[in-house]
Antibody
Framework: EVQLVESGGGLARPGGSRRLSCAAS????????MHWVRQVPGRGLVWVSR????????TYADSVKGRFTISRDNDKSTVYLQMNSLGAEDTAVYYC?????????????WGRGTLVTVST | QSVLTQPPSASGTLGQRVSISCSGS????????VNWYQQLPGTAPKLLIY???HRPSGVPDRFSGSKSGTSASLAISGLQSEDEADYFC????????????FGGGTKVTVL
């Protein structure tokens, strides 16, 4: 069974940093691109970033470019999201999601999410 | 404000057919496939429709998707109480360096 488990959420101060992890199991992580998507509770989904299967290519939403870094360790079956210079606007539930690999670019499995709250 | 436009809400009675629209542009829906996600209250999103009209295994066939030009739609026929959820459309956007863009979501209520 495919499982994605996010961790690392919690309270962060404005201007601070947080590192999220996504532990993957039930499939071979190195075969899949991976994404982070965030959602302010009660609001819509917002795509944050994706990383290629070998980690060589990363793409970011304009809102996080230069502040967030996505990475992966296929040997550890884990994807990371390093978040720096956090602001209140980054408060959200962060989901890790697997790219199916189909040309449609759909995200076929999602974790349960981890909540990041940026506040003083 | 989301790149893809969806109505904020839709409703129907049990057994009715409900349709949700998703409007985009030539750089997203017009150029790429549309995927739909269902988010039940308090849970993570789940893939509902991929590549405009394909259902992953386990998704009931009362859910169907279509695309025409720069718009797409999701239909739920034979509405069930368990279909009460938020529904999001999504597509890659070629003008945003291939970023994934989502619609704002449509809350479906079963009356």
């Amino acid at each position: 069974e495919v499982q994605l488990v996010e961790s690392g959420g919690g309270l962060a101060r404005p201007g601070g940093s947080r590192r999220l992890s996504c532990a993957a199991s039930g499939f071979t992580l190195s075969y899949h691109w991976m994404h982070w998507v965030r959602q302010v509770p009660g609001r819509g989904l917002v795509w944050v970033s994706r990383i290629s299967s070998d980690g060589s290519t990363a793409t970011y939403a304009d809102s996080v470019k230069g502040r967030f870094t996505i990475s992966r360790d296929n040997d550890k079956s884990t994807v990371y999201l390093q978040m720096n210079s956090l602001g209140a606007e980054d408060t959200a539930v962060y989901y890790c999601a697997r790219d199916s690999g189909r040309p449609s670019g759909d995200l076929d499995h999602w974790g349960r999410g981890t909540l990041v709250t940026v506040s003083t | 404000q989301s790149v893809l436009t969806q109505p904020p809400s839709a409703s129907g009675t049990l057994g009715q057919r409900v349709s949700i629209s998703c409007s985009g542009s030539s750089s997203n829906i017009g150029a790429n496939s549309v995927n739909w996600y269902q988010q039940l209250p308090g849970t993570a999103p789940k893939l509902l429709i991929y590549s405009n009209s394909h259902r992953p295994s386990g998704v009931p066939d009362r859910f169907s998707g279509s695309k025409s030009g720069t718009s797409a739609s999701l239909a739920i026929s034979g509405l069930q109480s368990e279909d009460e959820a938020d529904y999001f459309c999504a597509a890659w956007d070629d003008s945003l360096n291939g970023a994934v863009v989502f619609g704002g979501g449509t809350k479906v209520t079963v009356l």
